[in-house]
């Protein structure tokens, strides 16, 4: 649009001072006058090329608001601040299934990186990682906060170890989801993945649990896959973690915790099919409990 304003004019050159112009212009010889419109349009196909590349960039950054200030909207000063620190990794992959646009954003691991405590029993759980996840309609219409209350974007959404099967070793998750301006954004919480990083991270995002049904385990390799059968949405995301980040001792320790019970509050926490939600503020909260 502004590049289509710039070169559109209805002002118009004198006619005297055109026809000087084509007069100088016949004089010179052909090939400096060939030499001449080459460069001429060259630097102005550049120009163009430049204008709507930095259009094009700057429309994409405002159409979504940045992690930080989704995390400070959801009341969470510190783990806005951790997005915009340098341990924040920003993807902003998007993929597209039925119908809707799914952005992955950022995604930042760390120790007591958020306002809000976790604990396992009565210990305290401060390694976690948080990733921002924003939804569209892919035919442009606004998502709508009824909708989302009513149960219409049951996505499940968490994150998923290459080498492990899913359906046997369920990652903590859980999490917030808010509407702005017609952009579903989800702030996912799980466990610490970064020590998992030296094995591959996914971030999974389906209409139903990852079972072997909806997600294909290749026992040679370990790779996960959505399973081409389902019937439903069902993406991967793979995150692109630091390898130096892994630490397997601690990987290993989680593993066998795993069967305990993440001892939550859970007063006031409505459960429906196996999953915790509370909504308050305009915001739906929300804990997986398979």
Same mark, same amino acid.
């Given at each position: 649009?502004?590049?289509?304003?710039?070169?559109?004019?209805? +002002?118009?050159?004198?006619?005297?001072? =055109?026809?000087?112009?084509?007069?100088?212009?016949?004089?010179?010889?052909?090939?400096?006058?060939?030499?001449?419109?080459?460069?001429?349009?060259?630097?102005?196909?550049? =120009?163009?090329?430049?204008?709507?590349?930095?259009? !094009?960039?700057?429309?994409? !950054?405002?159409?979504?608001?940045?992690?930080?200030?989704?995390?400070?909207?959801?009341?969470?000063?510190?783990?806005?601040?951790?997005?915009?620190? +340098?341990?924040?990794?920003?993807?902003?992959?998007?993929?597209?299934?039925?119908?809707?646009?799914?952005?992955?954003?950022?995604?930042?691991?760390?120790?007591?990186?958020?306002?809000?405590? %976790?604990?396992?029993?009565?210990?305290?759980?401060?390694?976690?990682?948080?990733?921002?996840?924003?939804?569209?309609?892919?035919?442009?219409?606004?998502?709508?906060?009824?909708?989302?209350?009513?149960?219409?974007?049951?996505?499940?959404?968490?994150?998923?170890?290459?080498?492990?099967?899913? *359906?046997?070793?369920?990652?903590?998750?859980?999490?917030?989801?808010?509407?702005?301006?017609?952009?579903?954004?989800?702030?996912? +919480?799980?466990?610490?993945?970064?020590?998992?990083?030296? %094995?591959?991270?996914?971030?999974?995002?389906?209409?139903?649990?990852?079972?072997?049904?909806?997600?294909?385990?290749?026992?040679?390799?370990?790779?996960?896959?959505?399973?081409?059968?389902?019937?439903?949405?069902?993406?991967?995301?793979?995150?692109?973690?630091?390898?130096?980040?892994?630490?397997?001792?601690?990987?290993?320790?989680?593993?066998?915790?795993?069967?305990?019970?993440?001892?939550?509050?859970?007063?006031?926490?409505?459960?429906?099919?196996?999953?915790?939600?509370?909504?308050? %503020?305009?915001?739906?909260? *929300?804990?997986?409990?398979?």
């Amino acid at each position: 649009m502004i590049l289509r304003k710039a070169l559109t004019s209805s +002002e118009t050159p004198d006619p005297k001072l =055109i026809q000087n112009l084509k007069s100088e212009l016949i004089k010179e010889e052909p090939i400096l006058k060939k030499t001449t419109i080459r460069r001429s349009f060259s630097m102005a196909a550049a =120009i163009a090329a430049s204008m709507v590349l930095i259009t !094009a960039t700057a429309f994409a !950054a405002w159409q979504l608001m940045k992690p930080a200030d989704i995390a400070s909207e959801l009341g969470d000063t510190v783990l806005s601040a951790a997005f915009d620190g +340098e341990s924040a990794i920003h993807i902003n992959e998007s993929q597209t299934a039925g119908g809707y646009k799914f952005t992955l954003m950022s995604i930042v691991s760390g120790n007591d990186i958020s306002d809000y405590s %976790r604990f396992y029993g009565d210990q305290p759980v401060r390694d976690r990682t948080y990733a921002v996840l924003a939804t569209q309609k892919e035919d442009g219409s606004p998502m709508n906060f009824d909708e989302l209350i009513a149960g219409e974007y049951s996505f499940r959404i968490g994150p998923l170890v290459r080498g492990l099967k899913p *359906w046997q070793v369920f990652i903590s998750r859980g999490g917030s989801a808010t509407i702005i301006d017609g952009v579903m954004y989800v702030l996912i +919480e799980s466990d610490d993945i970064s020590v998992f990083a030296d %094995r591959g991270v996914y971030i999974h995002v389906s209409t139903g649990f990852p079972g072997s049904d909806v997600i294909t385990f290749h026992e040679e390799t370990g790779e996960l896959t959505p399973n081409p059968s389902y019937d439903g949405i069902n993406i991967l995301f793979d995150l692109p973690l630091d390898k130096s980040l892994a630490d397997p001792v601690k990987a290993q320790e989680y593993l066998e915790r795993l069967q305990l019970d993440d001892g939550l509050d859970d007063s006031s926490v409505e459960s429906v099919d196996g999953t915790e939600s509370r909504t308050e %503020r305009g915001v739906t909260e *929300w804990r997986q409990n398979d």
